[in-house]
């Protein structure tokens, strides 16, 4: 676990930055640079890591400071749950929920439900007619409350994280995934009382605090054919349910269907140029591409807001719990006062690539992963 806990950066420095990054993506490499990994890395003053079972603080300021406190007139601001899908999300939230008896946002109006069925902005509270994201999760909850002090944990998935998608529907440069992060869509109900989908965002100055979740890249890429799959169940799709089952080999198939179809799209791009033959043969690889690109562009969105970031790594739940819900807890300024819900363990699916394939993967990291990425993921490939 990791905190950044930065402050002020000189202007040319972040000149210097947006024009690495436009670059960049310009040249087939999105966030790619060493020198623009190295701007982030000096940027990090102090931070909390939790090694070894122990958390260990270098600079704990900010988790010693007085929790905010809200008002009708100041609502508590933001602190985002960012993650690439399936990476611990929804225990994150539910841990949060049940420990604190505090509710959570979310970015996503089909994840809040009010009493007339449709989302309850956050801000809405405060006698305004404030609509779209962010939402309240459970806002018709008789066991929840608002918090009333410290920060609102928020979920956003922010962009680049595409399923089964063509190459051009997922490379972003930083200013589009920074708009992704701040918007959602949500229903409302137009004057003949039908539903209708809208796009909504939030102003960038209510975000606080970042919590940036990541998983082992292998057990995240296959809980995401997981969910596919569970969405398929869900749609009745019967053919697509037979020849994908919820196996390795199900999962195998789906990937090399996948690999086929969008085979020329990526040989073609120029994201791709030095990567597609050294992966072009491991199962769903471009999401693996995917994923590199998300925590390049999470950790670059954080750094550019300025914000304090607490890193929380999946198995964390499982090595060091205790230790990663209070640390996780202080640092959105939250009361633990109830026991938390069990933690799910042993949803690893590394068996599901040769040696090979994640020696490939491995490569593939090398060569697209920022240094900040690459320092918290390495330990996957050790």
Not at 231 to 248: E, F, G, M, S, W
Not at 282 to 306: E, G, K, M, S
Request: proline share 4%; charged share 25%.
């Amino acid at each position: 676990m990791n905190m950044n806990t930065s402050n002020a950066k000189p202007t040319h420095i972040l000149v210097g930055l947006y024009f690495l990054m436009m670059l960049s993506f310009l040249a087939g490499f999105v966030l790619l640079s060493e020198w623009e990994g190295n701007i982030i890395r000096r940027s990090t003053s102090s931070s909390l890591q939790l090694k070894e079972g122990v958390v260990k603080m270098e600079d704990n300021h900010l988790i010693r400071d007085s929790p905010l406190r809200g008002s009708p007139d100041t609502p508590l601001p933001l602190a985002w749950l960012m993650s690439f899908p399936n990476s611990g999300t929804s225990y994150t939230i539910t841990m949060v929920k049940k420990v604190t008896g505090r509710n959570t946002a979310s970015n996503y109006g089909k994840e809040s439900r009010g009493e007339d069925g449709m989302g309850v902005n956050v801000f809405a509270q405060n006698g305004t007619t404030a609509a779209g994201p962010p939402f309240w999760i459970d806002p018709t909850s008789r066991t929840l409350s608002h918090p009333t002090k410290g920060y609102i944990l928020t979920k956003t998935h922010c962009g680049s994280r595409c399923n089964n998608c063509s190459v051009s529907k997922y490379v972003e440069n930083h200013a589009l995934f920074l708009q992704h992060c701040l918007e959602g869509r949500y229903n409302i109900k137009d004057h003949d009382g039908q539903l209708t989908e809208k796009l909504g965002s939030y102003d960038k100055a209510l975000v606080k605090r970042a919590v940036h979740l990541i998983r082992d890249p292998f057990d995240n890429v296959v809980s995401r054919f997981h969910l596919h799959y569970k969405n398929l169940v869900k749609k009745n799709r019967a053919d697509q349910i037979a020849a994908y089952p919820r196996t390795r080999e199900g999962f195998r198939r789906f990937c090399i269907d996948e690999g086929r179809r969008y085979y020329s799209d990526e040989k073609q791009s120029k994201f791709y140029k030095d990567v597609f033959d050294s992966v072009k043969d491991v199962p769903c690889h471009a999401d693996f591409y995917r994923y590199i690109q998300w925590h390049n562009l999470a950790f670059a969105t954080t750094w550019d807001l300025n914000v304090p970031t607490i890193i929380v790594h999946y198995e964390n739940y499982t090595d060091n719990f205790i230790e990663t819900k209070d640390a996780l807890l202080a640092f959105l300024g939250q009361d633990g006062i109830y026991d938390a819900p069990e933690f799910v363990t042993g949803k690893t699916y590394r068996d599901y690539y040769t040696a090979d394939e994640i020696d490939a993967v491995s490569v593939l990291f090398s060569k697209l992963a920022l240094e900040k990425t690459w320092h918290n993921t390495k330990h996957y490939f050790v």
